[in-house]
């Protein structure tokens, strides 16, 4: 243990470990401590993407309310959108599917019960995204690992999320002419509400129910030279492909498509 110096935040003891629950794993974790002012409980905190490294904004940020914090980097070490690491190593991939959080979990506790003299009153984990799905795990395999869990916007049934994104992938790259420039969103969307958004009564420039909408991309197919207005066919194709969601085979809805009315993101809310 020892005292890490971070803007803003009180002194604190930092524990730095490696949990090692099979040949193959090489689990990092981090616990912070307040040195004064602990407020009693743990707040454990998951990771985006593909994790890969320890969240120390996400621990930074507990800690300033009076938490004491833990967090793991899975099991491996490299970008939140790298995956080649799990590549013929089932024993990483099981650290970073549910594995290191809980590993975390148990020993963040005994740190703390070693530091402070006695447990934490209150255990909570915190996390979105992949996160989320961290979350959902924890909540599924160990639900005795936190009394509270919060699954931010959680990435889960994993496998299918991730085929929905080389559907969308294959929408717009797999033929030519079918990728859609982000200079056409803003028409994308003006189409949709112009379809959609008085469904509820109310005109206010937002889908209340995007299941009710029944936009139709082809309105959108240009009648002349193309522009930033409208579609070509292979875009038309492509945003169907996107609004349908992946398919199987046999026509199987593997994950829902994307709902019409938000393609410029956040800059339309």
């Not at 931010?152 to 030519?176: K, R, V």
């Not at 859609?180 to 379809?195: D, R, S």
């Amino acid at each position: 243990p020892g005292a890490r110096p971070i803007a803003n935040l009180p002194a604190f003891c930092r524990v730095v470990g490696v949990i090692r629950p099979s040949s193959d794993s090489d689990i990092r974790f981090e616990v912070w401590m307040p040195a004064s002012g602990w407020n009693g409980k743990l707040q454990g905190v998951g990771n985006g993407g593909f994790a890969g490294s320890i969240e120390f904004a996400g621990m930074s940020a507990a800690m300033a309310r009076g938490y004491a914090t833990a967090s793991t980097d899975t099991g491996h070490n490299g970008g939140s959108t790298d995956a080649g690491w799990a590549l013929g190593h089932p024993e990483k991939a099981t650290d970073f599917g549910y594995r290191a959080i809980h590993e975390t979990a148990g020993k963040a506790k005994t740190l703390i019960a070693a530091y402070y003299g006695g447990a934490p009153r209150r255990s909570y984990f915190n996390a979105c995204s992949n996160g989320g799905r961290q979350a959902l795990m924890e909540a599924q395999r160990f639900p005795a690992d936190y009394d509270g869990i919060v699954a931010g916007a959680p990435a889960n049934f994993w496998t299918h999320l991730l085929a929905a994104a080389s559907w969308d992938l294959q929408a717009t790259l797999g033929e030519p002419g079918s990728y859609i420039p982000a200079g056409k969103l803003p028409a994308i969307t003006a189409a949709a509400l112009a379809a959609c958004d008085s469904l509820d009564g109310i005109k206010d420039g937002v889908i209340d129910d995007p299941s009710q909408c029944r936009f139709d991309p082809a309105v959108l197919l240009c009648k002349g030279p193309e522009s930033g207005s409208c579609l070509t066919a292979p875009q038309v194709a492509a945003l169907k492909k996107i609004y349908g969601g992946p398919r199987d085979s046999k026509g199987a809805q593997l994950f829902p498509g994307y709902s019409p009315g938000g393609e410029i993101g956040r800059a339309h809310v």
